[in-house]
């Protein structure tokens, strides 16, 4: 499976990044299988630090056996849950090497700050999902996990 992660920088070594704000799996290095999304990662990475091109690396991925994976097959009850402690509870931390599916978009991202607001419901955030193309995410959250990534290349991505 060929898995992306878009950067400002060539990363050839994957590494768990902190990160400056929660992220909706908690610390680690994210990648998608949708070459679309990790434009979309690159291309808000160059707009946020004026940055006039970056790269979407390229990794083969291979399941090794014993990790500990978390696999949402939707947004659902789990998912939002989920995501919601890794946004708002302070020091929240999993124990799962890898945490995939899905990514929350822009509207995703809108309707899930109305429900931490307490504007909407869970179950109103849950049909309001239902209606977004979502695409994944694949959360490498442990150093065991990044041993299943190999760097392939790179894309540059120019403003």
Known sequence: MILYHGSLEVVELPQIFEANRPLDF??????TTNLQQAHRWVKLRMEQNNASHGFINMYEYTPAKG????????????WVDFVHANRTVQDY??????????VANDNVYLSFNLYESGIITKW????????YKLVDQLLFHTERSLATLKYIGNKEVKI
Do not use: C, M, W
């Open 26 to 31: 908690g610390t680690g290095f994210y990648t």
């Open 67 to 78: 990790l500990h994976t978390r696999r949402f097959q939707s947004a659902n009850e789990a």
């Open 93 to 102: 931390n999993h124990d799962y090497d890898i945490v995939t599916d899905p």
């Open 124 to 131: 109103e955030l849950i049909r309001r999902l239902k209606t």
